[in-house]
């Protein structure tokens, strides 16, 4: 595998000559106070980390019904937010065309619920301050289905050593590298991060998710967050799943006695069918979501359960096609569950 030596100074000057040029912008992560957050770049790339040691959102949801021609993107994001743009990609919600999308090693996140402020943007740093405190991990991080930079149009790839490496995989990514002072050279060395988690199928029963989801509000956060819930027109946006008013009084009036907020744990359900091929287990709904319910594990253990029946694994590469997607008539002839 042939790929370019770096460090932050040789991909910031990099990244500037690509801003050089007109409606040209950079996507990625940069200093903002005592935090790291998302950032664009639209002049001059200074404060830009690589390494976002906090998690408050997934960046892809800022790019949905991104269909501009005239604008070009280059994108520095984990390997989880570049999965959930590869799946809008998959989805019809975003034009791939003129964006740039490229993979950092991740090595897991906090909380910015919880965060301490001035943590490290440095990958060793990082791993290393998980390691001490790994309570203050996040679940979706601790049990990560994949941390390697390896997607999208190129990667970058930390090895041993803490030196940092980018790799091309597509044309768009070559014509990146192609910005870089260096050589393209044959990597022999050894990463960090070395392969893919292998994840235990998920169980759990009907009581333990009711007792989990009995603290919901329905204030649907973990809806408008999730980076792969994209419909403009949601369902549990009409009175026919949660009415209103006259509505609702007349829809207990026929239904009987209900516990309230009405129709949470369906609406959770539904939510779960319809990502569930999609999702990229990154935890974004367990973020947002202001009763601390542990979400993910449901979302995130429920959706590779199945994708695992199907030998496809969400945004891991754009040609590959979603499976409810395809219709195969033997396709399930063999599977054990």
């Given at each position: 595998?042939?790929?370019?030596?770096?460090?932050?100074?040789?991909?910031?000057?990099?990244?500037?000559?690509?801003?050089?040029?007109?409606?040209?912008?950079?996507?990625?992560?940069?200093?903002?106070?005592?935090?790291?957050?998302?950032?664009?770049?639209?002049?001059?790339?200074?404060?830009?980390?690589?390494?976002?040691?906090?998690?408050?959102?997934?960046?892809?949801?800022?790019?949905?019904?991104?269909?501009?021609?005239?604008?070009?993107?280059?994108?520095?994001?984990?390997?989880?937010?570049?999965r959930a743009m590869i799946e809008l990609v998959k989805l019809n919600q975003i034009e791939p065309e003129t964006i740039t999308m490229i993979s950092t090693d991740c090595p897991g996140t906090v909380?910015?619920?919880?965060?301490?402020?001035?943590?490290?943007?440095?990958?060793?740093?990082?791993?290393?301050?998980?390691?001490?405190?790994?309570?203050?991990?996040?679940?979706?991080?601790?049990?990560?289905?994949?941390?390697?930079?390896?997607?999208?149009?190129?990667?970058?790839?930390?090895?041993?050593?803490?030196?940092?490496?980018?790799?091309?995989?597509?044309?768009?990514?070559?014509d990146f590298l192609n910005l870089i002072d260096e050589e393209l050279v044959e990597y022999t060395g050894k990463f960090v991060i070395l392969e893919s988690m292998k994840t235990e199928p998920f169980v759990t029963d009907m009581d333990t998710f009711h007792k989990d989801f009995s603290k919901c509000i329905l204030c649907k956060n973990c809806r408008d967050m999730c980076p792969v819930c994209y419909c403009v027109d949601c369902l549990f946006n009409g009175d026919e799943y949660l009415p209103k008013g006259d509505a609702f009084i007349n829809k207990m009036l026929r239904t009987g006695t209900e516990n309230l907020p009405y129709g949470k744990e369906i609406f959770h359900m539904i939510r779960m069918y319809h990502v569930s091929q999609t999702c990229v287990g990154c935890g974004a709904c367990e973020e947002a979501c202001p009763q601390d319910i542990p979400i993910t594990k449901y979302f995130k253990g429920i959706s590779e359960r199945l994708q695992n029946l199907f030998s496809y694994m969400s945004g891991r590469d754009v040609k590959e096609t979603i499976p409810y997607l395809t219709f195969k008539e033997d396709e399930l002839k063999d599977t054990e569950d």
């Open positions: 595998m042939q790929g370019k030596k770096i460090d932050k100074e040789k991909l910031r000057v990099a990244l500037n000559r690509f801003v050089e040029k007109q409606n040209q912008i950079v996507y990625g992560y940069g200093k903002n106070g005592i935090f790291i957050t998302h950032k664009i770049y639209t002049d001059h790339v200074e404060d830009l980390s690589l390494f976002n040691p906090y998690f408050g959102i997934n960046g892809a949801t800022f790019f949905y019904r991104v269909f501009s021609k005239d604008i070009k993107v280059v994108m520095l994001l984990r390997p989880c937010e570049i909380s910015l619920k919880k965060a301490k402020a001035d943590l490290p943007d440095d990958f060793l740093e990082i791993q290393k301050a998980a390691e001490k405190d790994d309570g203050g991990l996040r679940w979706a991080c601790k049990f990560c289905r994949e941390k390697r930079g390896v997607f999208g149009d190129a990667g970058i790839r930390v090895q041993e050593d803490g030196g940092m490496w980018i790799f091309p995989y597509t044309d768009k990514g070559s």
